[in-house]
């Protein structure tokens, strides 16, 4: 209904600011923000606090240094050293300093005739390995843990033991023991046996227990043997891990009370148990990490002890600088060489040969304190005392713990020479297990009822980590050199494994046909052959280049080694192989070789019985597919020949039907994940098409996509939905290539579009327990419709039967359109909802589907009516599948610093401001009402819409509301001073907006008028009333005057100011009917004022505020008052700035039109007042 056929109840609304038709500037857009000053901060994010991280003070601590606890069993010069045994009166006995010329029991350390007596020389880093306690010393950092092959094997442990930790064990009653008293009830509660008495009284039980037990133990004509006699005892993993622990920790706490050689008969306790491969074989492995960690514990505090005593004088005073961490023997004050030489003299006192190799070889760090560069020496002398251990699963483990150990020594600085030794023991290894597998293996087994691979299994850990140390400095020689030792002694396919997988392709990819042979001759184990084919072929296919085709290259290889695979029956192990020879020939072979492969796999696939098909085997079927896809991604032609193949269709149909939901999960990753190397022919983005080969593909990807959505339930996780709607959402965005125009015919791109929508559409019933994917496929389909309108502009269509394709595009974007506004509804989102229906719209708009627009616009106008910002969670937040939001509300609440509780009213404002942006070219198409739109938005957004709840009585939502309704007010007064204009700037193809419909109407001209002037009386209510209950609110005032500078930068362009062209825009109808109202009314008529008034008015309120807010007194919060009144004086000065350049340049500007004289002087008036606007 126009404006001049309503009937108000009190008078017609009077027009007191009129808009000019000119060309529009850009206003407020054109001013470029200034750049703040060191100290200043951008307002928005003066909200952000920072809490002070507080340091917490770490107390120094304090290591005892007592005397050395004498070893009465052994010898009692076997003290913790010499210098320990201090008197009462603190006085040291005097040293015992080995000579020049002396050799120490182990006849491998340096002479010590250069070691000093004196002060010590300055030590060479000042970062410690070892916290040194000293008395106001600050605590010195950790050192980085290195990346060593002991703490990959540390890393590994866990694994090793889950392996047997359902497993129960028999083992002797003695194994565990901790005290010689504890043999008959080892396992039994400590107070059972554990009595009050003396002593002395302790001590004779204790030698009369032991003297009666080895009585009753002698061997007897008609007596059990000692090994039936020996009581064993069923335990579980995790109570034998227990009992160990338990030793590990009584050791520790006799080494605090200072009884450390208590602590080194732990130790020695420990390593016996690693001596029995009787009783539980299976448990050695077990038994060997545990004890490997209380060995290592046990060495680690030997060296913190002799580290203490180096960075300590001669009175046990701290040093002014504790001892480094890149310390040289010669560094070493005599006081901790003495403790050193002490325990290695500790150590070669053991009888044993296996604890004394384990306790020494614990120490062997220990050997920096007294020598240097001696390293390859010592650890080649332990390793021929291994030697003399003849169980071969004892001095395995044995050579195991001499290799981790060296490694963090040798491995580090001289990896050559860590692989020399290492070598060695893998020699010593070989020939002695080829010994004991031709003289006693075949009775052990029997007696130990255990079958061969189960025993092989033992070794395995053992002899991957052997070669795992001697990897790392090998070269060509030394891999030949293994292998030759191999050949001779071994012929294990579980140490070729080991060698294959340890040492790397790259020390065979120029010779790999030699390795099959090595694989056909490997003896049986628990490795099987074929798993040998495919550990060689993945570990080819990480190699850059393998030898070429000439004989025994990579080509022989592939023949002779497929030919002995294809045979093979079973079908697990040869999809095994399968997968890691596609994988082979992806990195190295082209897509020939790779569709012999997958026709291959089809044929035994379908000879298969189902009950052969197990899950393995569909997990191994997922593998090749990847490696397929993998290929396809690097190379087009394994792409453009691998993908369509009616192999690899054949596969995916298979994998279809019996997959798991991880293995779908897996082959979809392969398909989304990632992406193809860019080549002439495509983009750098794996697509397929939804019409011809492909989409086999593409639908049968669309079940594997089903199977991962229908595991979703209620009791599926967040990160489980959010998994699945990624992946199903980067398949949907690869569907189609409806960009390249270029490359496929019109009717094929028509085709393609069309299954591309049909394909939405099943996508859209499938996953309806995501909401994300239904907003993503209406993103897609509004993609779709603009695309297919692109292709309709262009002149594409102007080819034979031009016309008809036209209308079938046409009709297909009304399809579109009907998918968005069927599938939009059913999101329960309200904000991405309305963000849709806009978008919707929008669309409908720009590709003239007029009815369509017209039925989105209402729709997302009853959407905004029924919405609460306050209480909406966006979902952008949680998904990334929703297009960008405009930035066409910048600046939405300014840079003045509100505190916003959540992102619902600015994303909503942002949303009016799209919404508004359509209505300026939207047709209107109410005949009786050209507003109908506008005013139904008006409504919707300033009195339906609940910006903030009633019972809210935050200061700052309340703040943040009034500025959003301005905000929109703001908005509204851009649109119809747009519409005032004789045309739009702009034009959208075959769009009649409403400067053509009503152009030339002298009643639609004053309706906008009178809108626009109450709409910016309105704006200036509402900015006063933002002062309102906010007394003495600094963001407040900011907000006035930010938003008043807004509605000036916003109405200078637009305003009259020529006097003399006012009252034009009045009809004489119009004229009469006013002056009637105001007479009914008994008001006098207002005339139309000059835009000048308005922006004195405006400026001169927006002066006085900005000066009170830069005289106000600093608070608490200084900083953030001071950078936000900064800004806001900035703006205003920059708007003044403006605003005077254009009243002093109007009267001059040939694109505009000339004032009269009374203007001019008005206009030249104004421009001299804002001069005097300055803030102080």
Request: aromatic share 6%; glycine share 6%.
């Amino acid at each position: 209904m126009m404006a001049a056929e309503r009937e108000p109840p009190v008078a017609v609304p009077t027009i007191k600011w009129r808009v000019g038709e000119r060309q529009v500037p850009r206003s407020r857009h054109v001013l470029e923000p200034r750049v703040l000053m060191a100290k200043e901060t951008h307002p928005l994010a003066l909200a952000a606090t920072f809490s002070t991280l507080e340091q917490a003070d770490l107390a120094d601590s304090e290591t005892a240094v007592g005397g050395g606890h004498p070893l009465s069993s052994v010898s009692s010069s076997l003290g913790d050293s010499f210098s320990d045994r201090r008197s009462g009166s603190g006085v040291s006995p005097e040293l015992v300093v080995l000579q020049h010329g002396d050799v120490d029991p182990l006849g491998v350390l340096g002479s010590s005739g250069n070691m000093k007596a004196t002060e010590p020389e300055p030590v060479r880093s000042k970062v410690t390995k070892i916290s040194v306690v000293q008395g106001n010393e600050r605590p010195v950092k950790a050192a980085a843990i290195p990346n060593t092959v002991k703490y990959k094997w540390k890393e590994h442990t866990d694994r090793l033991l889950a392996k047997y930790a359902d497993h129960t064990f028999k083992i002797k009653a003695s194994m565990l023991e901790v005290n010689d008293l504890e043999n008959e009830i080892s396992f039994a509660p400590k107070s059972d046996y554990q009595k009050a008495d003396d002593p002395a009284e302790a001590s004779v039980i204790k030698k009369s227990r032991a003297r009666l037990e080895q009585l009753e133990r002698e061997p007897d004509n008609n007596g059990p043997s000692p090994e039936q006699d020996e009581k064993t005892i069923e335990i579980s993993q995790s109570q034998y891990v227990a009992k160990v622990k338990e030793m590990e920790k009584r050791l520790i706490a006799n080494w605090e009370q200072n009884h450390k050689v208590e602590a080194l008969r732990i130790a020695i306790k420990c390593v016996k148990l690693l001596a029995d491969t009787d009783t539980a074989p299976q448990l050695y492995p077990c038994v060997f990490v545990l004890v490997s960690e209380v060995l290592d514990a046990f060495g680690k505090l030997v060296f913190d002890r002799i580290h203490a005593r180096a960075s300590e004088d001669d009175n046990g005073q701290p040093l002014p600088e504790p001892l480094g961490e890149h310390f040289m023997s010669s560094d070493i004050n005599i006081q901790a060489t003495e403790t050193c030489r002490n325990w290695f003299y500790k150590t070669a006192c053991i009888r044993e040969l296996l604890p004394r190799i384990y306790i020494e070889i614990a120490l062997l760090g220990c050997y920096r304190f007294l020598c240097d560069g001696e390293y390859p020496q010592i650890v080649a002398r332990l390793s021929n005392m291994i030697k003399g251990i003849g169980e071969p699963m004892v001095a395995l483990y044995a050579r195991l713990y001499l290799a981790l150990t060296s490694s963090e020594l040798l491995g580090t600085t001289s990896p050559a020479e860590q692989t020399i030794v290492v070598s060695s023991s893998l020699f010593d290894y070989f020939y002695a297990f080829n010994w004991f597998r031709q003289k006693k293996l075949e009775h052990w087994l029997l007696t130990h009822k255990m079958e061969y691979d189960e025993y092989l299994a033992l070794h395995s850990p053992a002899v991957e980590w052997l070669v795992k140390c001697a990897a790392p400095g090998a070269t060509q020689d030394t891999f030949d050199t293994l292998l030759a030792h191999y050949q001779e002694y071994s012929y294990s396919s579980m140490v070729l494994k080991h060698l294959c997988e340890c040492f790397g392709a790259r020390f065979y990819a120029s010779t790999p046909s030699e390795m099959l042979e090595l694989i056909r001759t490997a003896s049986p184990s628990l490795v099987s052959k074929c798993h040998l084919y495919s550990l060689v072929a993945v570990q080819l296919s990480n190699v850059s280049t393998v030898a070429e085709n000439e004989p025994g290259g990579k080509l022989q290889f592939l023949n002779d080694s497929w030919s002995t695979i294809t045979s093979q029956e079973d079908i697990t192990q040869y999809m095994e192989c399968a997968a890691a020879y596609m994988k082979l020939i992806v990195a190295h072979f082209s897509h020939r070789e790779a569709l012999i492969l997958l026709k291959d796999v089809v044929r035994h696939l379908n000879a298969a019985t189902p009950e052969e098909l197990t899950a393995k085997t569909y997990n191994l079927l997922g593998a090749l597919i990847e490696n397929v896809v993998f290929g396809a991604k690097q190379h087009y032609e394994f792409f453009s020949k691998l993908i369509p193949s009616t192999s690899f269709l054949a596969l995916m149909g298979m994998f279809k039907r019996e997959s798991s939901v991880e293995v779908a999960k897996k082959v979809l990753r392969a398909f989304v994940g990632g992406s193809m190397k860019k080549s002439s022919h495509r983009s750098g983005t794996l697509r397929l098409h939804v019409v011809g080969p492909e989409a086999a593909v593409a639908h049968t990807l669309l079940v594997v996509c089903c199977r991962v959505h229908d595991a979703l339930d209620s009791l599926s996780t967040a990160s489980e939905r959010s998994e699945a709607t990624r992946d199903i959402s980067a398949f949907i965005t690869r569907l189609g290539y409806v960009n390249e125009t270029a490359s496929a015919s019109e009717r094929a791109q028509d085709e393609e579009q069309e299954a591309l929508l049909m394909l939405y559409t099943d996508c859209r019933r499938a996953f309806y327990k995501l909401e994300p994917i239904r907003m993503l496929l209406s993103t897609m389909v509004l993609r779709l419709a603009m695309h297919v309108h692109r292709r309709i502009g262009s002149g594409v269509a102007s080819v034979i039967g031009g016309k008809k394709r036209v209308h079938a595009r046409r009709n297909f974007i009304q399809s579109c359109l009907a998918f968005a506004h069927i599938t939009i509804p059913s999101i329960e989102a309200s904000l991405e909802k309305l963000q849709l229906m806009v978008s919707a719209a929008n669309v409908a708009l720009v590709t003239n589907c007029i009815p369509q627009m017209d039925a989105l616009v209402k729709a997302a106008i009853v959407l905004l009516a029924d919405l609460d910002p306050s209480a909406v969670r966006t979902a952008s937040e949680d998904s990334t599948v929703l297009t960008a939001s405009h930035t066409g509300a910048v600046g939405l609440f300014g840079a003045v610093g509100i505190n916003r509780t959540g992102r619902g009213i600015d994303q909503s404002v942002r949303i009016i401001a799209q919404l508004m942006s359509m209505l300026v070219y939207a047709p209107s198409l109410n005949d009786e009402d050209a507003f109908y739109f506008v005013t139904a938005l008006r409504k919707a957004a300033l009195e339906r819409m609940v910006w903030m709840p009633s019972s809210s009585s935050s200061v700052s939502l309340r703040l943040e509301a009034g500025v959003a309704r301005v905000r929109v007010l703001l908005m509204l007064v851009q649109l119809y001073a747009l519409w005032r204009q004789r045309s739009l700037p702009g034009r959208l193809s075959g769009v009649d907006s409403n400067d053509v419909l009503y152009g030339g109407d002298d009643a639609f001209s004053n309706e906008v008028q009178i809108r626009f002037s109450s709409t910016a009386e309105e704006v200036a209510r509402e900015i006063e009333a933002l002062g309102e209950g906010n007394e003495g609110n600094d963001g407040a005032v900011a907000a006035q005057i930010e938003l008043m500078l807004d509605f000036v930068n916003l109405v200078v362009p637009v305003l009259e100011y020529d006097e003399s062209r006012l009252g034009e825009a009045l009809t004489i109808a119009d004229s009469l009917r006013a002056e009637e109202a105001a007479g009914r009314s008994g008001r006098r008529r207002k005339k139309p004022r000059s835009g000048v008034a308005l922006v004195r008015k405006c400026m001169a309120y927006s002066h006085g505020k900005a000066q009170s807010l830069k005289q106000a007194k600093p608070r608490e919060t200084s900083t953030s008052q001071m950078q936000m009144t900064t800004w806001i004086c900035r703006y205003f000065d920059s708007t003044r700035m403006y605003v005077a350049e254009l009243m002093q340049g109007m009267s001059k500007r040939s694109t505009g039109l000339r004032l009269d004289g009374s203007s001019q002087q008005t206009v030249q008036g104004l421009a001299q007042a804002l001069d005097s606007l300055t803030l102080s």
